[in-house]
């Protein structure tokens, strides 16, 4: 019984399966003789001549022009670091100070010992006037007989004695004097200061600490301006030149570009990349751009005035060659046109030949015909910069592109 059953359930499921089958089956067959055959929309302009500019866009890392790593000649403690990351500081500002107490014990040593050397050499002077005086006296006794010849070479020779001791005494006055003024150099070394204007972008250390000959205590960069370094491919080298202007824009400040020009340019190309390097230096009076920014470059290398231009979009490539599809006279076919193309800029391509002036060019939806196809619209574009139209297009219905 459970058996007969569940026989005519599934005769009685299957019957409904079917039915509803056949009435599906039905209403597609309904829809699709409803439905337009073979209308697509496309969009047209009309082509006009028009400038354009040719423009390089390279990407590169903003970094300072002028930096400089602050370190110290001499060992010691630190006594003040006054500025921080992000102080502003000016030329010849103190940036840091070491203890200077040894320093400057060891000026005050050295000035007493100049003192002493410059006593002496008083003294000797002294000396060596009273000898040059004795030999004067010898020599005029002399001449009366009254002095020898011995007395006046023993005079003599004291007096020669006189310089020379007079010569040293000099010779370690400048000594103590050159003491003094390496101990004051010392000095006035432990009083570190900037060379230049700019901002506290590092600092390694703090008051107190040990600081080693040569260490790196502080990184100042100047902001005032800023550079960027790109690759440039070898097609585009010659494009370039010194002096050359250029356009800069940083994620961190939308709607804002900076002037920039190209101060350096590599004289080879990196053989493996094929590229070489080209310096921008950016003005930055307001100091918005920093150092490690993301910078889009670009760089117009050519403008021209009555270029025949289409939308990059209207342009299909098919084994490496360049086509896109116009539209006849009267408006009604298709035509597949091949087409060679010089550089773009934004969305608009030049088209060197193959395209004639005031030609219709199929646009979007380029891809839903094929040459040939026929096509009908209400009214023909007057120009490019008029609003584009859609067009009927007979052939398989999808949707545009």
């Known amino acids: ?64 022009v002028s930096a400089v790593e602050i370190r110290s000649r001499l060992s010691g403690y630190l006594l003040k670091v006054p500025f921080d990351i992000g102080d502003r500081v000016e030329k010849s500002q103190t940036v840091v100070e070491l203890d200077d107490a040894l320093t400057r014990e060891l000026v005050t040593r050295s000035s007493a010992a100049e003192q002493v050397a410059a006593a002496q050499l008083k003294a000797q002077i002294a000396k060596e006037e009273q000898s040059r005086r004795e030999v004067d006296r010898l020599r005029e006794l002399a001449r009366s007989g009254v002095s020898t ?50 901002f506290v972008a590092e600092r390694y250390v703090n008051e107190g600490d040990l600081a080693g000959a040569e260490d790196v205590l502080l990184r100042i960069v100047d902001l005032s301006s800023i550079r960027t370094v790109v690759n440039i491919v070898e097609r585009d080298y010659e494009k370039l030149r010194i002096g050359q202007d250029a356009t800069i824009t940083v994620d961190g400040i939308p709607g804002r570009e900076f002037s920039g020009q190209i101060v350096r340019k590599a004289p080879v190309l990196d053989p493996t990349t094929r590229t070489a390097r080209v310096m921008i230096e950016i003005a930055n009076a307001d100091s918005l751009l920093k150092p490690g920014m993301h910078g889009r470059v670009t760089i117009i290398v050519a403008q021209y005035t ?11 490539d098919h084994d490496g060659s360049k086509f896109l599809y116009t539209i ?31 030609a219709l060019v199929v646009t979007l939806g380029g891809r839903l015909i094929k040459d040939g196809s026929t096509v009908e619209f209400a009214e023909i574009p007057a120009s490019a910069t008029e609003p584009e139209l859609a067009l009927e297009v007979d052939g398989n219905s999808s949707a545009p592109e």
């Open 1 to 64: 019984m459970r058996y007969i059953l569940f026989l005519i359930s599934v005769i009685f499921c299957g019957a409904a399966g079917w039915h509803l089958y056949e009435e599906s089956l039905a209403s597609v067959e309904s829809d699709e003789k409803a439905k337009p055959s073979g209308v697509s929309a496309v969009d047209v302009i009309r082509v006009v001549r028009q400038p354009i500019d040719e423009r390089i866009e390279l990407v590169g890392s903003l970094e300072p």
């Open 149 to 198: 010849t011995q007395q006046i070479e023993e005079a003599e020779s004291a007096l020669s004695v006189c310089l020379a001791e007079t010569e040293l005494e000099r010779a370690r006055l400048a000594q103590a004097s050159a003491d003094l003024e390496r101990s004051k150099l010392a000095l006035n070394e432990l009083r570190i200061t900037t060379p230049m204007n700019g």
């Open 306 to 316: 009555n270029a025949i231009v289409v939308p990059a979009v209207a342009i299909h």
């Open 328 to 358: 006849d006279s009267e408006g009604k076919t298709a035509r597949q046109q091949d087409v060679s193309i010089g550089f773009r800029d934004g969305d608009m391509v030049q088209v060197l030949t193959g395209l004639s002036e005031d």
